[in-house]
Nanobody, 119 residues
Framework: VQLQASGGGSAQPGGFLRLSCAAS????????MGWYRQAPGKERELVAA???????EYSDSLKGRFTISGDDAKSTVYLEMNSLRPEDTAVYYC??????????????WGQGTLVTVSS
């Protein structure tokens, strides 16, 4: 699965950014897509994920500020980030969890997109 992310960049505290991630796949079934992030000197952490069909999961610390949505037909997910804070500064990685016809499960990652929040 190839993942193409877009929408990163800079915002001021309190601002808004929207990330998109589109998956290109053949011969496999995508079952889950979402975002992790990694700030300098910190471990990678889950931001939000969306299962095919629409159920979602969020980091407890981000729930209420970030919203994940998606379009299953386009194999695309979106992350809307509101009320941004400097501590949201990180590289955001899109991922896709998929399964093969033999029901083997794998995860592929996008290249990462930098989000910087500062005044």
């Amino acid at each position: 699965v190839q993942l193409q992310a877009s929408g990163g960049g800079s915002a001021q505290p309190g601002g808004f950014l929207r990330l998109s991630c589109a998956a290109s796949a053949s011969g496999v079934e995508i079952i889950r897509m979402g975002w992790y992030r990694q700030a300098p000197g910190k471990e990678r952490e889950l931001v939000a994920a969306r299962n095919t069909g629409g159920s979602t999961e969020y980091s407890d610390s981000l729930k209420g500020r970030f919203t994940i949505s998606g379009d299953d037909a386009k194999s695309t997910v979106y992350l809307e980030m509101n009320s941004l804070r400097p501590e949201d500064t990180a590289v955001y990685y899109c991922f896709a969890r998929f399964k093969t016809f033999r029901d083997f499960h794998y995860t592929d990652w996008g290249q990462g997109t930098l989000v910087t929040v500062s005044s």
